[in-house]
Structure formats: C-alpha cells, structure tokens
C-alpha cells in the first residue's frame, strides 16, 4: 500500500471557490479586524462549541496571549509535551517562563501521569498539546491542576474538533 506523502491534491481538488473568496477579500481590502474576520471567529466558535473565538496572527500569538494574561512570566515554569512543534516552547519562551518537557504516550500527546513528577514550585501552568487529532487525556490534566493550583492552555492547532470525554478540544 503506497501513503501519499502529501494530502493537499485532494484537499484543494475543488479550488476554484477558495480563489474567489480570496479575490473578495483582496478586493474588499477587509484585512483586519473587519466582517470576514468576524465571520471566521462565530464559525470557529461554534466548530470548538464556545461562546467565543479571537482571531490572531499565528499560532503561536494564540498561545502566547493568553500565557501572559495569566501572568506568566520570568520565573515561572509551563509544562508542555516534548514532541510539540517549536512554537508552542517559543511561546513559552517569549513570556520568559522556563519550558519544563513531559513525554508523551504511545498516541504521541502529553503523557499525564507524568505531570504529578514535573511541578515543582515554580510551575504555574500546564500546556497540552492534542496532536494528530488525538486528545490529551484532560481530565487527568484537569484533575492534577486543580490539585496544584495551575492554569491551563490548550494547543489544539492539530486537533481540531477532536474531543476528549465529549467536550471540543481547544
């Protein structure tokens, strides 16, 4: 059996109207902060079923953001999982907040029960990654930051609209 190294053929096999609405907004010139973004953030809201979504720049902004809306900062640890992609520690980074690595389990997200191992008393958050369409075990996470008091950010950019013990992911 031959796996296709690439999916984008079959993704964009119909482009024609993906072009159109692309010529729409170029000739809309609504860049930013305009009706196309409004519309992107109601459907997204209700694809993750919640009230509300922010548009942002990128990724990483998307998990930045709310890491220092929670104070994070200098000093202070976020737990992630260690095959994340670079952006996900490089938001960490940028807060100033040191990057603490768990391993992941055999379906390559976070593994949990090595949270409890990983906080010390400078953790103040945890930053599970759902990866590959696969949920992180978020009770478990769940149980352990309420146990110690620690925030928690999801980085769903690869899972979306997976779902872990029937609630969206992200």
């Known amino acids: 059996m031959k796996i296709p190294f690439s ?3 079959r993704q964009f096999a119909e482009i024609d109207p993906i072009i ?3 010529k729409s907004l170029v000739k809309s010139g609504d860049f930013t902060l305009g009706k196309p973004l409004k519309e992107f953030e109601a459907r997204f809201a209700e694809i993750i079923t919640t009230r509300f979504a922010i548009g942002v720049g990128s990724g990483t902004d ?3 953001l709310p ?3 929670l104070g994070i900062g200098p000093g202070d640890e976020v737990i992630t999982a260690v095959n994340t992609f670079v952006a996900t520690a490089g938001a ?12 992941c389990n055999e379906k390559y997200v976070m ?3 090595q949270l409890d191992a990983a906080i ?4 103040k958050a945890i930053l599970p990654v759902h ?6 075990n978020m009770p478990k996470v769940m149980e352990i930051a309420q146990k110690y008091n620690l925030q928690v950010v999801e980085d769903a950019c690869q899972a979306i609209g997976a779902r872990s013990m029937g609630q969206s992911c992200g």
């Open 62 to 64: 998307a998990l930045f």
């Open 20 to 22: 159109e609405d692309i």
């Open 67 to 69: 890491l220092k809306a």
């Open 7 to 9: 999916y984008l053929d």
């Open 131 to 136: 990866y590959s369409g696969q949920p992180v």
């Open 111 to 113: 593994d949990a029960e």
């Open 120 to 123: 010390t008393d400078r953790t």
């Open 92 to 103: 960490i980074a940028t807060t100033g907040a040191k990057i603490v690595f768990v391993d």
